[in-house]
């Protein structure tokens, strides 16, 4: 099998590479597994136990690696999911953040710790043109966000100057 991606992440997990990855292309429309490789007795795996998972989303190359305990997900690197409408940032909204955490400001931890903004593609046009007032208003509405976006919330406080 060829390689999807020249960059890619990988994921650190402890046991859970097969269960993320089945969840994580279970999410997102037309995601799917590329590969598995399993550990052959070389690592801190038992042989024959899954070592990797290479899979798709987006289009991306992701592979979960089961390391070990020795490391876990953070905040420090999370997964933006731009998104058309609030339809879809609660679709993405509700079936990551299951078993897992809300964060400020439209982000996550999933229920594996992996960190994601789910986040209107539209945002970006709204923090950052036109009438600077209103930039402010809708930044300063984003960041008091606990949870998720609310497109509609954050365009009436833009507007409420």
């Given at each position: 099998m060829a390689v999807v991606?020249?960059?890619?992440p990988c994921i650190w997990f402890d046991g859970q590479a097969d269960e993320a990855a089945a969840f994580y292309t279970s999410v997102f429309d037309g995601a799917r597994i590329l590969r598995r490789l399993p550990y052959t007795g070389t690592g801190p795996g038992e042989a024959g136990t899954t070592m990797l998972v290479d899979f798709e989303l987006e289009g991306i190359q992701f592979t979960a690696l089961n390391g070990g305990p020795e490391f876990t997900p953070d905040e420090a690197i999370s997964f933006q999911i731009l998104c058309a409408d609030q339809a879809e940032i609660d679709r993405y909204w509700e079936a990551l953040?299951?078993?897992g955490q809300e964060q400020p400001c439209g982000w996550l931890k999933d229920r594996f710790g992996?960190?994601?903004?789910?986040f209107p593609s539209s945002m970006y046009d709204l923090l950052s043109e036109g009438d600077p007032g209103r930039i402010e208003r809708a930044t300063a509405a984003v960041m008091s966000?606990?949870?998720?976006i609310d497109i509609a919330a954050i365009e009436a406080a833009a507007d409420a100057g």
């Open positions: 991606s020249k960059i890619s953040v299951e078993g992996v960190s994601w903004q789910v966000t606990f949870g998720k």
